[in-house]
């Protein structure tokens, strides 16, 4: 079994439907179900003996102690997190929270756990801390790619929690012993995002004709991938990945925020009703810090273990489009009063 944290929320779920769909090992599940993370991402799941779902948070010590000692898990896959830039300006403290106590407290427990294991499983036994390339802070137009060995430096509350997080990683390696690895991913997208991330924001508000607001100049840039290559790539790197290792996980596909909203307005176009969508784009004022470009080198894991994202950015923002138009329900469901309280939060005054 493999123990998976903070599986309801969108990279998390993905990870778990695509293991359980390439793997029969069963997974346990913990999230602590915040508004990103829901039980519907994980439906198809809902009678398969091989999903074990525990309500819980990897700071709650006596709970992991528990769930280890019972399940007996031969990898730890860590996606519990506070995710989103937005939110981390505006409320700092739950991200210190999760990303660093919260990954610190799941360190030391799984540690104590597995220092306690026969021999050959110890060196079995794996802990994959799945994080951003946010870390390694921003980029100039002409700067080379991120590498593994760039040098961190975060400049928002969430990528420096992420940061504390992976130094937390790292050092649980080097000073214990346990068997980490770390990826750093850029933006993923895809099916089960919720709806505060860029692309799922602009489908859902074009879907309803409201404006599409777009920071700045809107020539930002980033590296977009698609979920479901992530994913692929986690279970490479956790099935071969060398112990204490890092590797960059990246879509090939820079972008600039702009020419993302303005491709998903034409993809809408040939499935939605006719509307100009493009009409609806509004700029609006810049974020705090806004980090003007990330960019990922995959040479590592391409060299190592052969990975290569499947999908385009045109291929899997198509995917993309069609699985929202094709899921109005878990729309509605996941646009309740906390989003749209997140959305007053983030633009009414940007929009003024």
Known sequence: MIFVTGGAGFIGANFVLDWLAQVDEPVLNLDKLTYAGNLGNLSPLRNDPRHVFVRGDIGDRKLLQRLL???????IVNFAAESHVDRSIHGPAEF?????????????????????????????F????????????SLAPDDPAFKESTGYAP????SASKAASDHLVRAYHHTYGLPTLTTHCSNNYGPLQFPEKLIPLMIVNALAGKPLPVYGDGRNVRDWLYVGDHCAALRMVL????????????????RAN???VQTICRVLGKHAAARDY?????????RPGHDRRYAIDATKIRTEFGWLPAETFESGLAR????????SEWLRAVTSKEYQNWISLNYAEAEA
Request: hydrophobic share 40%.
């Open 155 to 158: 400049n928002s509350p969430y």
């Open 258 to 260: 702009i020419d993302v």
């Open 96 to 124: 210190i929270d999760t990303n660093v106590v919260g990954t610190f407290t799941l360190l030391d427990a799984v540690r104590a756990h597995w220092s306690e294991l026969a021999l050959a499983e110890r060196e079995a």
């Open 126 to 137: 794996r802990f994959l801390h799945v994080s951003t390339d946010e870390v390694y802070g």
């Open 69 to 75: 000692a019972l399940h007996r898990p031969r990898a």
């Open 239 to 254: 099935a071969k990945g060398r112990v204490g290792q890092t590797y960059n996980i990246g879509g090939n596909a820079e």
């Open 278 to 286: 493009g009409s609806l784009v509004t700029f609006v004022q810049d």
């Open 320 to 327: 993309t489009v069609k699985w929202y138009l094709d899921h």
